[in-house]
């Protein structure tokens, strides 16, 4: 009666969903979903589902350096053609992570509002607490490990806005600077303004950015040459930590909800900067 | 996902480009990690180290869309896995072509939830994570599917050898249980 890998003993207290749950379950699985879509006994579920998305985690990247070597080592046979080329994965991996970064901002608040963004961004949201501290005896977190590790490398929790979007920011500017037009360098400069805390920070906020991810970066800096698979994230480079593009067809979303975490350097979070 | 990009990143990743290659990886290993220790929790870097290893022999000949390129790294990922257990189960290795016979759910030992391993710094995506290893296995994986990998459910049906209403079913069941627990936590909204 069901197909294999569904229990059978999950069919007596299953409760069919009615149509319209069915089609809120499945706009959360897929993430599309407006506030209204999510029935209130849904939105816990809406908040583990967007912290599951969250952007990645600095150790989730760290086994790039070994990725990077097998690559090079097979990039160097026959059978891959072209020897490996060592460009610097800058204008499409730190835009990539704004990308994310910006996707699951704008998932936290098409699906929460914007007084649940913090859910991704490291204080720990009210669901969670409770699954990390009570619920989960059988699968979670260990006592201990949900504790905070101050200690390792100074990197706030949650989406690091001083690591990826700042790295972004930073690189959009290069590129908007080396590439754009006169439009383009003024959105790009606004936005670092922006994160940086003022025109006059910019140059030492970019040079303290470190790269977000790969332990060993091959040799990333601002300021290298671009390559041309990248050139069109030069005409739509940034996810600005305060202004997070929606992708298409994503619910659009509200000026001025922050999706970074309050308090964080990487960008006040309003989108709203000196202007210039 | 990359997007509309996907084309010429796939296309210069497979000529070499290192920068391209560490555009696909970026975007995928997170999703491919926390989806690991959903399945494999013990075991979750080595496999995901593995599964590029693969994926990067068979890169020049990978012929699809981005939607096509995640089926084929969670794939990957999901073959890896299950053949680790094989291994763990002293089992004579059997060939891929019977992977859509076996369920993640009869290898015994293989989803043992425990997501503590994975020290993320950010508590609110190792909760989450903690919390959906302790649904039912399929339902787990389905939903990791779903939502971190970013599979529509007919990719995920492809992969697990199910139909797609079976998918649905499962998805639908895990999100019903997901919000039970939830509620028995106390977590009201």
Redesign the interface.
């Known amino acids: 009666m ?6 059978d003993s ?1 069919m007596p207290t ?2 069919w ?1 009615t149509r319209p749950e ?1 089609q809120a ?2 706009a ?4 599309n979903c407006r506030p209204e879509e999510v029935p ?6 809406a ?3 967007v ?11 760290a ?2 350096g ?3 070597t ?3 080592e ?2 160097g046979r026959p ?12 204008l ?2 730190a835009p ?2 704004a ?2 970064a910006a ?1 699951a901002g704008a998932a936290v608040i098409a699906v929460l509002g914007g007084g649940a963004a913090a ?2 961004t ?1 204080g ?9 501290h ?3 005896a ?5 006592e201990g ?2 504790a ?2 101050p200690q ?1 490398g100074g ?5 690091s806005v001083a690591g990826t979007a700042a790295y972004g920011l930073c690189n959009a500017y290069q590129h908007a600077e080396e590439h754009g037009n006169a439009s383009q360098r003024s959105v790009a400069f606004r936005n670092l303004v922006n994160a940086a805390g003022g025109a006059d920070q910019v140059t030492g906020y970019c040079a303290s950015v470190p790269h977000p ?1 790969a332990t060993s970066p ?1 040799g990333r800096r601002v300021g290298q040459t671009v ?1 041309p ?2 050139a ?2 030069g005409r739509k480079p940034t996810a600005p930590p305060g202004k997070p593009t929606a ?1 298409p067809g994503k619910p659009t979303i509200p000026p001025g909800k922050p999706t970074t975490p309050p308090g964080n350097k990487g960008g006040n979070g309003n989108g709203n900067g000196p202007g210039k | ?5 996907f084309p ?2 796939l296309a ?1 990743a ?10 696909l ?3 995928g ?2 999703a491919l ?2 989806y690991l220790h959903v399945l494999a929790p013990d075991a979750a ?1 080595d496999i ?2 593995e599964t ?2 693969h994926v ?2 068979g ?2 000949r990978f012929r699809g869309t981005e939607r096509n390129w995640r089926a084929w790294l969670f794939t990957t990922a999901r073959r890896r896995v299950i053949d680790q257990t094989r291994r763990l189960m002293r089992h004579p290795a059997a060939s891929l072509e019977a992977l859509p016979d076996l ?1 993640l ?1 009869d290898l015994p030992g293989l989803c043992s ?4 391993d994975l ?16 649904l ?1 296995p ?1 339902q787990a994986e389905v ?2 599917l ?3 990998a ?1 599979l ?1 459910t007919e990719s995920v049906a492809q992969l ?1 050898g ?2 797609s ?2 998918i ?6 895990g ?2 249980r ?2 039970s ?9």
């Open positions: 069901t197909d294999r890998g569904v229990s999950d299953f409760p969903p069915a379950l499945d959360l699985l897929s993430g209130a006994d849904l939105r816990p579920v908040e583990v589902l912290a599951l998305q969250a952007p990645p985690d600095r150790r989730e990247v086994g790039w070994q990725a990077l097998v690559y090079r097979v990039a059978g891959m053609p072209g020897r490996p080329r060592s460009r610097r994965p800058r499409i991996a990539l992570g990308r994310f996707a859910a991704y490291g720990l949201p009210g669901a969670l607490q409770k699954i990390a009570e619920a989960i059988a699968p979670g977190v260990r490990s949900a905070p590790t390792s990197h706030p929790a949650g989406p991810g091959p390559s698979t990248v069109s994230h992708p | 996902m990359i997007g509309e990009d010429a990143v210069a497979q000529q070499g480009d290192e920068a391209a290659f560490a555009a990886w970026h975007d290993q997170p990690l926390r870097e995901a180290a590029w290893t990067v022999r890169l020049a369920t759910a939830p425990d997501a503590a020290a993320l710094e950010n508590l609110a995506t190792q909760a989450a994570i903690g919390v959906i290893a302790s039912p399929m939903i990791m779903r939502v971190v970013g529509d697990l199910r139909s209403g079976a649905r079913i499962a998805a639908h069941r999100l019903h997901l919000a627990l939830l509620a028995e936590a106390g977590v009201t909204r």
